[in-house]
């Protein structure tokens, strides 16, 4: 018996010693499916995926794919489902409270991912050029959202490295011309370093010329916003793209495409746009309907305005002989969108304003469901050779007035195979004031429902005069107040930092 | 605990057990014995089948046969045990050769229940810390097919809200005295057999009890799981004597509860329909030759009146059987049971069937050894739309009545609104059962093979090794199919419309994965020292892991819709993901409980947890608790001059709990994976939080004082209990943090909580003669009070508040003219008021209603209660169970509250809303969701008292007398009735009250139950 005993009590000893001999790691679990920063930033493959995940930014909010809703506050279109509330906006009700975050938001994930960046990437041991052609990359990228900020808001905080803690972010704000200048050195480190090649989805040389002529165009700083869209044409690396207007914005067609500059991209199934992506949202859900304003800008074939005397407009048939580019752009009322099996495909909702947008539409995936939201995949341009050409002739024009480098360049626009609009009548648009105005009206044409017109009416003091002419579906006029030219501070965001202060008119 | 301990652990201590049972099984039992004869009664004199008889020094047992007999092997002077379920064990002497005649009476509840707590058992009368239990036999009397909700009602402080009854989703919302936290999870701990097992693995009958730990004096044994109370399962287990096979089945039907009533009636709701238009600007919804169609061909086939709600909404059959084996011999015990239910939903496109199977056994492999494997397991079968709960039914809402779901060309084509060219609601019902479905399998198997020692006179040594297994496979398949407007175009074509496009085409697949392996060790010591002093102690370890993976794929791309697999599609456009997640838990702990003379008891638990989820050099807390209790009626005062007063005990607790359900890796500092196509797609890294390093779990503290009261002899009884839980470093984020950081914020351990609260309890059991009778009531009421927060919101997130108040103004009526709205204060509508138009109250009466005239409003009612009545004449029982919660507040709106919300027709009493002919005062003139003159501020027009008292369960049954079935060969046979949520009271309209909260005013209804069952033993 006793025996026994000891020999229990021996045995639950040793087991009970067993126990603390284990391994040390049974509470040390780590995160399976990420990585722990500690470990980063090691090899040129780690840099790499630091620098991916800094573009990955770009699909986010008006960077991404809903860029196209920045026309819907501008005379362009109507904001059919409130995406963005843009149908107040363009009533004149802009407050704090009623501003999409996505202004404010989006930019500044981008200018985190890009400062975290570039905080990491210096100590990294890779080659130096590498490095260099890296953080030229993400320093075009911070331009490029700060760019956005300084479009929307004016002067904005500026983080050029990243806040360590919640206490230090917290900071005043720059002015405009600050900005302004931080973005214009960061531009040339870029120009100086990123490589002078085509785009393939890589910012290039181009792509930092092209935003830095945009940046003196907001200025205007005409002349240097010519010699940069210049430097841009005579180097060679872009061209207009002469496969079809329409195919510029589709997938297949965008894919080593000689006219893009600088896009943000997508990739089906894996890397779809976000929210439904714009084959629902626009396809079927109609979001984006063009007011008549913008369908009468479009000239006839024969390059007469509408209202102009013998340009046969036959208001029967308001939709004949225009310019091509129209109904690339937006589906008309006898335009309808022919299902695979010959039916008629029928959007969600009606059109509040008959038309809707077509650029961007890939009809070869019709019918437009939600089955299709894993296949929208359309890259969004920021920038085009059509725009550097645009920006090119306003530059010129406003520092030097009409000259034959200017019609050129709007001609080889409208020249474009499958576009063939006859060149500009130099005896209409021969003054710098007329062939401004004949610029802005290309310029809305060529680059319409892309996301630019919002930008550019406010660079050029228009708002108000465009937006006032015309109604919301609803009837109501629309209106855009001058203090609206930058767009007030979220109020949370005052809140939380003290130390910004709201732009004027907004207090 | 500086070396931390690993799985190899299991391992040593399988081998070491076996080496154990093998040296003391060479120990041979060598005395002669004598062969004891013996009769087991009750008082009434009838023979007791299957009471078991124990040898306490051989430890030998048997159970009595058919006739009440049993012989076992005894020698003189040896003592015999001898226990009934419902009986009082006694104790026999062998004093002689001769048969012994045993007598048992009932069992005296209160002086013998045996209670389960955490690691061990407590006589529930000598408890000191706040417990509660119910018994297997109370959760089965409701046959519903959740268990979970089974114990809404039950315990003074756990509320149960169950949100919906729909099939397989039903599972209810458990808190244990109030919310716990705002940061971390607010549900308890629930462990089956001491692990954490999934509560649906079984079924109502394999339920021996329910423990319920509230103080963290008694839940304080389990650390830093623990924060939100304990919930202790425990299954029933084999009994020696003779094997009974059991067959329990019921068949039930089931309907909702309660539905709105909508405007039905075509013209009425599109001339409605208009005038809510007209009111907001808008454009008219139909053309008054569209209203005419309606009009001048009432109710027709083409023009119908159609309710959608009681369309979609009908009957489900519900069964279930129950097949149970259980007995034993002295040595080894089984308990083996099957489930199999079987529910139909209300509506169409579900099915749900539940296998459940358990499995108990128990060997007596020596004198001192006992080896035991307990392993239950389930499988659930769903089959489910692919649009599910609310998301279904306010689709019925939405549809308008003046379509039905098919054309009425007999085609079978559904359809999806009225006119072609008009905005359409949203989806119908019909689209969604028709173009796919989601099937969900889940496997479950608590599995646990544990051997308990008698290691010398009163030290046992339990050790058990446990593996809770889950697996789940989803599927989510979706296809097109066509849908029509139900009116044909001009050309008297019906044409197609798409409205009710699946979210994609094609199937998902996930399948999920989740192990924890626990592994625990106690020994346990007990003794009586000097008579008087009586000392338990306990000492454990315990480790756990968990991993749980998934993986998931997507196919797009299939040739027709029956395919079900991902083979089954060429893989265009395929994607595909994957990942994993694990934690891990160290503990020891310990018990000390010290009585003296039954009258005054001690007792003192700790727990030093470890767990993965917080930084290393935080890692390690120590928890504990400590309770005494002073049994007032077991002085001699009170027991030789006051004998009525069966019981009388005052208790008294504090202890320190934790909450580790804050995610797994909250402190490190990781950068997401993420992708950007260059031009393939290449991978990324993004940081995307700051991080607080030094994060840790949240505590609770809970102080409890409690009183326990039975009066002769059970005839009345109360518990009544106190508490106060106050939570503290509850997780929050840094809300101050700026946008524009671009990351979202840390979470760091900053709020605090407080909720106070009373719990009665109050029972009463009579008989006279053969009829006998009960009463009880249940009741909770408790305050929650933020007391420490970040970033505080006005009204609805600040000190000295409930947690996330309604922040409304407050509605006083409608405007019924426009000098009415001249005179009256400015109003919160940013539109050009109405008559017709809310009128809100102007609180602070400075001319402007403005924010400082919103109202608080909390989001926690009044008290939750609910009672129990009971008779019993001879065979007869019924049993009646009201539960309820009072002050119950709810902000609603949308479909069926908001008129025409995506179409949907407005309840029928906005046939008396205002307009300039009816001056309605409570219900405005019909607008548009989003129309400022209503629903352009929050007010108290959309909070809803939700309070309701219901009639939870009726059960009726009879139990066949014993010469009746014994004619059969059966022990026993009880035939019932049952029903659920009979009867409901309630000020809520249109709904049941029940409901998960606040949002949508369209539910998936609750059910009531319709059942008839047959219990049959043999």
Redo the contacts between chains.
């Keep these: 018996m006793k025996t026994r005993y000891i020999c229990i009590i021996l045995v639950a000893v040793v087991v009970t010693g067993l126990l603390p001999s284990c391994n040390k790691s049974y509470l040390d679990k780590n995160p399976t499916d990420a990585i722990s920063n500690g470990a980063f930033w090691k090899t040129d493959a780690d840099v790499q995926m630091g620098l991916t995940g800094v573009y990955r930014r770009l699909q986010s909010g008006f960077f991404g794919h809903y860029k196209l809703w920045l026309d819907t506050y501008s005379d362009n279109a109507y904001d059919r489902h409130s995406y963005f509330n843009f149908g107040e906006l363009t009533q004149g009700v802009v407050n704090p409270g009623n501003v999409s975050g996505n202004f404010y938001n989006a930019p500044y994930q981008g200018i985190a991912a890009a400062n975290y960046f570039l905080d990491n990437v210096e100590a990294a041991p890779i080659v130096e050029a590498d490095k260099n052609k890296y953080k030229a990359e993400a320093r075009f990228l911070r331009a490029l959202f700060y760019f956005d900020l300084a479009q929307s808001f004016g002067g904005v905080i500026i983080y050029k490295t990243a806040p360590k803690s919640v206490d230090d972010s917290k900071i005043k704000q720059s002015t405009k011309d600050e900005l302004l200048t931080f973005i214009h050195e960061e531009l040339d480190f870029a120009i100086a370093n990123l490589p002078d090649v085509v785009y393939a989805g890589h910012a290039v040389k181009g792509s930092a010329q092209a935003l830095k002529a945009n940046v003196f165009l907001l200025q205007q700083n005409w002349a240097q916003a010519a010699t940069l869209a210049g430097e841009v044409m005579t180097a060679g690396k872009f061209l207009l793209y002469q496969g079809g207007y329409q195919n510029l914005f589709l997938t297949p067609t965008q894919q080593a495409n000689p006219e893009i500059i600088f896009s943000t991209k997508y990739l089906a199934p894996n890397n779809p746009q976000g929210g439904e992506g714009l084959l629902v949202e626009i396809g079927w859900y109609g979001a984006i309907n063009p007011y008549q304003n913008m369908v009468d800008e479009y000239e006839m074939a024969n390059g007469k305005m509408i209202t102009e005397a013998g340009s046969g407009f036959d208001p029967a048939n308001p939709y004949n002989n225009r310019d091509p580019r129209l109904k690339m752009t937006i589906k008309v009322p006898n335009d309808p969108f022919i299902n695979p099996d010959g039916s008629v495909f029928q959007h969600s909702d009606p059109l509040l304003t008959g038309f809707t947008q077509k650029k961007y539409l890939d009809l070869t995936k019709l019918p437009f469901d939600r089955s299709k939201i894993p296949l929208t995949d359309q890259n969004i341009i920021h920038y085009r050779y059509a725009d550097v050409l645009l920006m090119y002739a306003e530059a010129k024009n406003e520092a030097t007035g009409p000259d034959a480098t200017v019609y050129a360049a709007l001609n080889s626009i409208r020249s474009r195979t499958g576009v063939n609009m006859p060149p500009v009548d130099q005896l209409l648009y021969n003054t710098k004031d007329n062939l401004r105005e004949f610029i802005r009206h290309e310029r809305r044409v060529e680059l319409g429902l892309e996301g630019h017109r919002y930008f550019d009416l406010k660079r050029w003091g228009l708002m108000q005069a465009k937006l006032a002419p015309l109604k919301n579906p609803g009837g109501t006029p629309l209106k855009f107040g001058e203090l609206n030219n930058v767009l007030p501070f979220p109020q949370g965001e005052l809140d939380k930092n003290p130390q910004l202060t709201q732009n004027k008119d907004y207090k | 605990m500086?070396?931390?301990?690993?799985n190899?652990?299991i391992k040593?201590?399988l081998a070491?057990s076996l080496?154990?049972a093998f040296?003391?099984l060479n120990?041979q039992e060598t005395k002669a014995q004598n062969i004891i004869n013996g009769r087991v009664n009750n008082s009434s004199g009838e023979p007791l089948v299957s009471a078991t008889i124990n040898n306490k020094r051989s430890k030998k047992a048997t159970a009595t046969n058919s006739t009440g007999e049993f012989s076992i092997a005894a020698n003189m002077g040896d003592v015999l045990e001898i226990s009934f379920a419902g009986m009082r064990t006694q104790e026999v002497a062998v004093n002689g050769p001769g048969a012994i005649t045993v007598t048992l009476n009932a069992s005296d509840a209160i002086e013998d229940e045996v209670i389960v707590v955490g690691y061990g058992t407590q006589k529930k009368i000598n408890l000191s810390g706040s417990v509660a239990t119910v018994s297997g036999k109370t959760i089965a009397q409701r046959p519903t097919p959740n268990i979970q909700n089974l114990l809404q009602g039950r315990v003074a402080g756990l509320d149960v809200v169950q949100s919906t009854g729909e099939p397989g989703r039903d599972n209810g919302a458990l808190r244990i005295r109030g919310l716990g936290s705002y940061g971390a999870s607010s549900s308890p701990l629930i462990l089956v057999d001491g692990v954490i097992g999934s509560i649906n693995n079984l079924s109502p009958q394999d339920i021996e009890s329910v423990t319920v730990l509230k103080d963290a004096a008694s839940a304080s044994i389990y650390g830093a799981r623990a924060a939100n109370g304990v919930i202790l399962i425990t299954t029933k287990k084999g009994k020696a004597g003779k094997n009974v096979i059991d067959y329990n089945g019921s068949w039930s039907t089931s309907e909702a509860t309660a539905y709105p009533d909508l405007i039905t009636n075509s013209v009425t709701y599109m001339e409605m329909y208009n005038q809510a238009n007209a009111r907001s600007?808008?454009a008219l919804q139909y053309t008054q030759a569209q209203i005419d169609l309606y009009k001048n061909n009432p109710n027709s086939e083409q023009y119908p009146n159609f309710n959608w709600l009681d369309y979609v909404l009908g009957k489900g059959p519900i069964q279930n059987h129950h097949l149970g084996f259980s007995g034993g011999s002295d040595k080894t015990t089984y308990n083996l049971s099957m489930n199999y239910l079987d529910q139909n939903s209300i509506t169409k496109g579900y099915l749900y069937k539940r296998y459940n199977a358990l499995l108990d056994l128990a060997t007596q492999v020596h004198k001192r050894v006992k080896v035991s494997t307990n392993i239950n397991f389930s499988f659930q079968d769903a089959k489910a739309p692919w649009l599910v709960n609310d998301d279904l039914l306010l689709l019925a809402y939405a549809s308008a009545p003046t379509f039905k779901p098919f054309l009425p060309d007999g085609s079978g084509r559904a359809t999806n609104r009225d006119f072609?060219?008009?905005?359409?609601g949203n989806r119908s019902v019909e689209e969604v059962y028709n173009t796919g479905g989601q099937f969900t399998k889940t496997y479950n198997v608590n599995a646990q093979a544990f051997a308990e020692?008698d290691?010398?006179q009163g030290l046992k040594?339990l050790s058990k090794a446990a593996v809770t297994f889950y697996n789940q496979d989803f599927k989510n398949r979706?296809f097109?199919s066509p849908s029509y407007a139900y009116q044909p175009n001009a050309g008297g074509v019906y044409?197609?419309?798409?409205?009710g496009?699946?979210?994609?085409?094609?199937l998902r697949q996930t399948s999920t994965r989740n192990i924890t392996k626990t592994f625990y060790s106690t020994l346990t010591y007990s003794k009586t020292f000097a008579v008087d002093h009586t000392l338990n102690a306990l000492a454990g370890?315990e480790?756990q892991?968990n991993v749980s993976t998934n993986l998931d794929g997507?196919r797009?791309d299939f040739p027709n819709n029956t395919i079900m697999e991902l083979n089954g599609s060429t893989g265009l456009?395929?994607?595909t993901g994957?990942?994993?997640?694990?934690?891990?838990?160290?503990s020891v702990f310990g018990r000390i409980n010290y009585q003296y003379k039954e009258k005054y008891f001690l007792e003192g638990n700790i727990r030093r947890d470890?767990?993965?989820?917080v930084d290393?050099k935080y890692?390690w807390g120590t928890f504990s608790g400590g309770s005494v209790a002073w049994k007032i009626s077991g002085e001699n005062f009170l027991k030789e001059n006051v004998s009525w007063v069966s019981d009388l005990k005052l208790r008294a607790s504090y202890g320190t709990l934790g909450n580790q359900e804050i995610g797994?890796?909250p402190y490190?500092?990781?950068?997401?994976?993420?992708?950007?196509?260059?031009?393939?797609?290449?991978?990324?890294?993004?940081?995307t939080r700051?991080v607080e390093k030094n994060l840790r779990w949240e505590k609770t503290a809970v102080t409890n004082f409690g009183l326990d009261l039975e009066l002769f002899k059970g005839l009345f009884g109360a518990t009544v209990d106190l508490y106060k839980k106050n939570t503290t470093d509850i997780l929050a984020q840094?809300?101050?943090?700026?946008?524009?950081?671009?990351?979202t914020?840390?979470t760091v351990n900053a709020g605090a909580m407080v909720n106070t609260g009373i719990e009665v309890e109050l029972r009463h059991q009579h008989s006279i003669g053969e009829f006998t009778y009960g009463a009880s009531v249940l009741f909770h009421k408790y305050k929650n009070e933020v007391t420490k927060v970040l970033a505080p919101t006005l009204g609805t997130f600040e000190v000295g508040q409930p947690y996330n108040n309604y922040f409304l103004y407050v509605w006083d009526g409608i405007f019924q003219s426009q000098e009415e709205i001249d005179k009256s204060p400015k109003q919160p509508s940013s539109g050009v008021l109405k008559p017709g138009d809310l009128k809100i109250k102007d609180i602070s009466g400075n001319g402007t209603v403005g924010p400082e005239d919103r109202v608080r409003y909390s989001r926690f009612p009044d008290y939750n209660y609910s009672f129990n009545l009971n008779a019993g004449w001879k065979g007869f029982s019924v049993t009646a169970f009201f539960q309820g919660v009072y002050g119950q507040d709810v902000q609603v709106g949308d479909w069926g509250y908001d008129p025409f919300f995506q179409g949907s027709a407005p309840p029928t009493k906005f046939l008396n809303a205002w307009t300039p002919a009816n001056p309605s005062n409570t219900i405005p003139a019909v607008y548009l969701r989003g129309y400022s003159g209503v629903s352009g501020y929050a007010s108290t027009y959309f909070l809803q008292d939700a309070s309701y008292l219901r009639l939870k369960n009726l059960y009726l049954s009879y139990t066949f007398p014993q010469n009746i079935v014994k004619k059969f060969a059966s022990q026993g046979l009880i035939v019932y009735l049952s029903g659920d949520n009979l009867v409901t009271w309630t000020q809520y309209e249109g709904n049941d009250p029940e409901r998960a909260g606040s949002g949508r005013f369209a539910q998936f209804p609750q059910l009531r139950i319709y059942t008839a069952g047959v219990s049959i033993k043999f």
């Design positions: 500086k070396n931390p301990f690993t190899g652990v040593h201590w070491c080496v154990i040296m003391t120990a600007g808008r072609a060219g008009n905005t359409s020692v290691v010398i040594w979706q097109a044409t197609q419309v798409a409205n496009n699946p979210t994609y085409l094609g370890y480790q892991n997507a797009y456009n395929q994607t994957g990942g994993s997640s694990d934690w891990a838990l160290q470890g767990t993965s989820r290393p890692r797994n890796y490190q500092e990781i950068l997401s994976l993420t992708s950007y196509p260059y031009t393939g797609l290449n991978s990324g890294a993004l940081l700051l840094r809300a101050d943090l700026p946008s524009s950081v671009g990351l914020a840390p």
